[in-house]
C-alpha cells in the first residue's frame, strides 16, 4: 500500500457534528469491542477464537468455512488464521476436516462444546446490541 500524504491539501472540511458524530460512533464500537473482550476472557477464550468460531457458525448456507474463507471474514493472513484454528482444536472447539471437493482444503467444524460455547457467548452480545440499538439499527434490527 502506498504511503499516503501526511495532511492532503484538498481534504473537505467536515462539520463539527461530523466530528461528533464519528467519534460517538467510534465510542460505542470501541465500549462494544471491550464488551467482547472481557466476556471472551471470561469464558476462557480470547476474543479472535470467538471469531472465529461465530465466523463458522454463521458462515452464510452452511455449518463450516473452509480456512481461506475465515482468512476474509476475519480479515486476516491464511497462514494465522491456520495457527488460530491449531488452538481452537487443542482446546476441543473446532475440529479440522478434509474439503468436500478438494481433499487438500482444510474445513473448520465446529465441536459440540464450540457450538454451546458460541451459542453462549452470542447470546450476551445479542442482548448488548439490542441496548445499542439507536448505534447500529441494521444489526441491532435483525436480532430477536
Not at 467519534?23 to 472465529?52: K, M, P
Not at 493472513?77 to 482444503?105: I, N, T
Request: proline share 5%.
Amino acid at each position: 500500500m502506498p504511503a499516503a500524504e501526511p495532511f492532503p491539501v484538498n481534504t473537505p472540511i467536515l462539520e463539527k457534528s461530523e466530528f461528533e458524530a464519528l467519534a460517538d460512533f467510534r465510542y460505542q464500537l470501541r465500549r462494544f469491542l471491550r464488551f467482547s473482550e472481557l466476556l471472551t476472557r471470561r469464558h476462557g477464550i480470547t476474543n479472535l477464537q470467538y471469531l472465529l468460531l461465530l465466523q463458522v457458525k454463521g458462515f452464510p448456507g452452511r455449518e463450516w468455512a473452509n480456512i481461506g474463507e475465515l482468512a476474509e471474514r476475519l480479515q486476516a493472513h491464511q497462514h494465522g488464521v491456520v495457527s488460530l484454528v491449531s488452538r481452537c482444536e487443542k482446546l476441543g472447539l473446532v475440529e479440522r476436516r478434509p474439503g468436500r471437493e478438494d481433499r487438500r482444503a482444510v474445513e473448520g467444524h465446529l465441536t459440540a462444546a464450540g457450538e454451546r460455547l458460541v451459542a453462549c457467548i452470542a447470546d450476551r452480545h445479542r442482548k448488548e446490541l439490542k441496548g445499542l440499538e439507536a448505534v447500529f439499527p441494521q444489526v441491532a434490527g435483525r436480532l430477536k
